[in-house]
């Protein structure tokens, strides 16, 4: 027995120890910089200067992070209920019986194996470009030419052709976790449901949104992650480097940190710091309340 117990300790020590020094030690070094005035992230702990709470003070007081926290609870609310909603219909006509299945999955799937900066390239270029764009020459050829002159790009429009096609995107992603849940529900299940007399809406109402509740919980996570973490499509639809109408949290602890731009007037590794606190701090909630809202047990099929 203690030959056993010493053996995994020696196999688990590494993990523990790698573990510690890639997750632990950051995350801790993280929380003590926001309590400290920091030029630099490789600025010695003997430089740093305590300032207690003052860095969150200072980012509830500026106009221009508020303005990104509410245009992140924008992409996250608006644009999750998009995505999830699109992602769950593509899901459930996949696994409704169609031909091509594989095909069209794979179309909708293709936009996450682009890389961002190219996706948001041709959208600015191709889709939205106001000479030759896509929805300008659709608009024209259909004759609407108030919506053909609109300037997608425009900073009144900026905000909105930013989540559109930052939505396009992402819901390959989301579909996939919400077609693999439902493959995973027995078809003996509908098929009894058919002989009792359920229709298709029937069928998906009360069998296959009830058994799709983990699968819900997951998406939602992994959405508030991903929208978190928002930076490179905000940094190529913005026209200056930081706009209004574009600017994440995690583009303004990009320009405290490095003290990139006209907008920060001295570097801030601290500031910085504390906007990664507050992110983690908004995950944490909302997958909390994601579990407090669907329970924790799923239901058995």
Not at 4 to 11: E, G, L, P, T, Y
Not at 280 to 295: D, E, P, S, W, Y
Request: proline share 3%; with cysteine.
């Amino acid at each position: 027995m203690k030959q056993s117990k010493a053996a995994i300790a020696v196999f688990i020590t590494p993990a523990l120890l790698l573990f510690l020094a890639i997750f632990v030690y950051p995350i801790a070094r993280t929380l003590l910089m926001s309590l400290f005035r920091v030029e630099s992230v490789t600025t010695p702990i003997s430089e740093w200067s305590l300032v207690w709470f003052d860095n969150y003070v200072k980012l509830y007081n500026t106009e221009l992070f508020r303005t990104s926290m509410w245009n992140l609870l924008r992409i996250w609310a608006v644009g999750g209920l998009v995505v999830m909603s699109l992602a769950l219909l593509f899901a459930a006509i996949l696994n409704s019986g169609i031909r091509f299945k594989k095909f069209f999955r794979a179309v909708i799937y293709m936009p996450n194996i682009i890389s961002a900066v190219a996706l948001a390239t041709m959208w600015l270029q191709f889709v939205y470009n106001t000479r030759y764009g896509l929805l300008t020459g659709l608009f024209k050829w259909l004759g609407w030419q108030s919506l053909a002159a609109v300037q997608w790009t425009a900073p009144e429009n900026m905000f909105w052709a930013l989540l559109f096609a930052y939505c396009f995107g992402m819901v390959g992603y989301h579909m996939l976790i919400f077609s693999s849940g439902i493959e995973k529900i027995p078809q003996d299940i509908y098929e009894a449901s058919i002989i009792d007399g359920a229709n298709k809406p029937m069928q998906f109402r009360y069998i296959t949104l009830p058994l799709l509740k983990g699968v819900f919980k997951t998406n939602i996570t992994m959405w508030s992650i991903t929208s978190v973490g928002f930076f490179v499509w905000s940094q190529l639809f913005s026209t200056v480097t930081a706009s209004n109408q574009t600017i994440t949290p995690m583009v303004y602890m990009y320009l405290q940190v490095f003290g990139a731009g006209n907008v920060v007037t001295e570097r801030n590794a601290g500031l910085g710091a504390a906007i990664g606190v507050l992110m983690a701090v908004c995950v944490v909630a909302i997958f909390l309340a994601t579990n407090a809202m669907f329970g924790k047990d799923d239901l058995e099929f």
